[in-house]
């Protein structure tokens, strides 16, 4: 109790702190872009724990703070802290930074011998739950009026699972172990590859404005080079920089060594025609499973968990700026509710359809389709992506950050009375 009063009065000081701040005249650009960075970490992590213990995922307090904060005026408070999270180069690049660093991560934790590990039902699921939701998010976009562009991008957007909260969900009732459980998280792993796979074409069309035959021919071989060079880069480079790496006593320098590989990937990515943010993917692929040695007592440690700190950060502020970019005032109408009310639905049962591509004995169908409805970073990935590249505009981007948000609480919902018949599936087989 005394921890919750004592989030919600930082809550409130951060939301009184813009206008106290900018009355007092402070108009310097590090003044202003610290107490930016003051007001977005203290309301991200405020709402983040208050939404944690509601049983969601931090990152929808996240954006939840993000939309508070991109929001002011609706709230009485004057101040152009909304314009600054909206508009500053600092925070585009941070954002921009934060999202290569994203798939950076799950490059690292996509494991390609466990993908292939986890069986034909996990990659019927994947292929099945990426499918439908691209055609059906495609379907609905045009039908509600978006262009073709639009409609590819908001069902790739459909298409990525995030099962961070159903794993957790599953995890505290001991299920984790179950063939249903399984699953679901393999098939999640081979979402997120086809879709960021999906991402790379639809991002080089988004900046080449290129849709035809030929420019799709294009940029597929762009990523194919870039892709086979990357894996020659890699085989050449890596064994030398690990060596090099270990050689020092400081963990921080395999830290910047691991960024420097990262951000290079980036470079390279957008001088082969790709979004950086591929080139982030491919770096964590690249660099997953690699362990090493800090110092002489040669602690084992994993890059994910050197990062960890850094990336926390970035990914506050990602998800933040997110949420800073929904207009609150373009979803008050018909229309909007039309298309938020369209797409959830599209999305519950697209991924819902997805368990039945499950053959065998000892799996819950319908369960597994349930834990697939969530979407998360991946999707927002997308969304973002979109939306800096004026493939949406501010209320298209509102209405799908909304749905993203809405099966983060849905998929749970209707997954929590199915966990039973987990246990209950795997036993009778």
Known sequence: MRKRRATLYLIGAALLAPSLAFAAGGSELFSRTTLLLILLITLADGFGFLFERLGLPELVGEIFAGIVLGNLALLGIDSTISEQLRTSEFMRYASDLAVVMLLFLVGLETNVRDMIKVGHNATAVAIVGVV???????????????????????????????????????????????????????????????????????????????????????????????????????????????????????????????LVFMLSFAELASMAGLAPLIGGFVAGLMLDEIEFAVGKRLQIHRVEEMLKPLSDVALTIFFVAIGSQVRLETLFNLHSLVMVSTLLLVAVIAKSVAGYAVSGDGFDRRGIGFGMIPRGEVGLVFAAFAFSHQVFDAETYSELILVVLLTTIIGPILLAPRLKKFQDASESH
């Open 132 to 258: 439908v939701p691209v055609l059906l998010g495609v379907g609905a976009g045009v039908f509600l009026g978006h262009g073709y562009l639009e409609g590819w991008f908001i069902g790739a957007m459909l298409a990525a699972t995030s099962v961070g909260i159903t794993a957790k969900l599953l995890g505290e009732k001991n299920l984790l172990h179950t063939p249903s459980a399984r699953v679901i998280l393999g098939a999640a792993v081979i979402d997120d590859v086809l879709g960021i796979l999906l991402l790379a074409i639809l991002a080089s069309i988004a900046v080449s404005g290129d849709f035809s035959g030929p420019g799709l021919l294009q940029i597929l071989a762009q990523a194919l080079v870039f892709f086979v060079g990357a894996a020659l880069i890699a085989r050449f480079l890596l064994p030398g920089m690990v060596k090099i790496t270990m050689l020092s006593k400081h963990s921080s320098f395999w830290v910047g060594s691991a």
